[in-house]
């Protein structure tokens, strides 16, 4: 969809390795026919292969496409800045998905423009004044993704703030650098890349912010959509350092989206299907208990284990420095089940009974809290 978050990050991963794909945009009746059935949610990006396997969710289609194309490289060799680099990108990923979808829904030109989009051109085959789509597109998108997930008077300027100070931090790493660890795309620019191109740089609201607060952002995102590997010759920094500007955003990782998935882990744990949290000082009530992201803590905590020694005791140095570490560790390892006998990002056929279909679960797969 064009106007979908994680599929302009796809894309853009796409354009910059040249490995050669179709573009489908995809109506409601193919989500429910085509992408439902064979991957278990009504959600894109999804990726089909020419051998037919189904792949969904970037990160890991991220993995599985730099292991068969591997240059250039978006993952550094040095073992502390791919850590670093994996950090930032499911911090970019999943922690400002709230102020994207708040800028979208929350303010009137914003709402009205996007939901009469999307009423145009994914439920153009959905036999409904166009209209009334539209109305309940905005309608469902604020329940859902805006009161639903905690945005209320007393943390939206918390929010919003989330959005700045990422701005600020952006701004800073990318005065020195063309992209955020140096010369070359990295894993981290792809995790901030989704929520700052097909939201915050083009939704009017947020994109009128980038303009006037931090324009070294806007400039970053054409060159990383036009970005090929004859036009970006530089490297990334060098071996064991990170960019001026990195440990602040690990530190904002720290202080609210590290506390956020500790949280949603012991929900997940104790099968509460709604938490709360504070996230750098802001009390944060009845938001909703989410599989994919106890499987994202899993995975920071694997790739930290997984490290070499002396990297691994560096990193924890830094995350600890950074006040990072305790959220992460704190009360170990919280399994998620999510990909269990599955192989991610490949889909298994997954066959939707009619209720799944009518009621798809914007956040967890059906039956998610009934393993």
Sequence with gaps: ???SYFSGKLEAYLRYKQIPYQRIEVGWSELMRRVLPRTGLAKVPVVETHDGQWLQDTTPI??????????????????????????????????LWRPALHYRWSFAPDARLLGDRIAREV??????P?????????????????????VTRETCDHVEGV?????????RVLAGQPFLLGGRPSLADYGFFGSMFRHFSLDPTPARIMRDEAPGVLAWVARLWDARPGNVPGGFVSAGELPDGWLALVADAGAGYLEHLHANALAWRERRRRFDVTSQGVRYRDLPTVQYRVWCRERLQDHLAALPEAARARVQRTLEGCGALEPLLRDGRIASRLHEGADPPVCRPDPVALRDRLRATPWNRPGAFRG
């Design 130 to 150: 166009r209209s009334l789509l539209a109305a309940f597109v905005r309608r469902r998108q604020h329940r859902t993704y805006v009161r639903g997930d905690g």
């Design 123 to 128: 439920m153009k085959d959905v036999p409904l």
């Design 62 to 95: 991220l993995d599985w496409m730099e292991a068969r194309h591997p240059e250039p490289p978006i993952l550094p060799a040095d073992p502390y800045q791919a850590f670093f680099a994996r950090l930032l990108e499911d911090y970019g990923d999943e922690w």
């Design 163 to 171: 959005y700045r100070g990422t701005l600020q931090r952006l701004e």
């Design 1 to 3: 969809m064009d106007v």
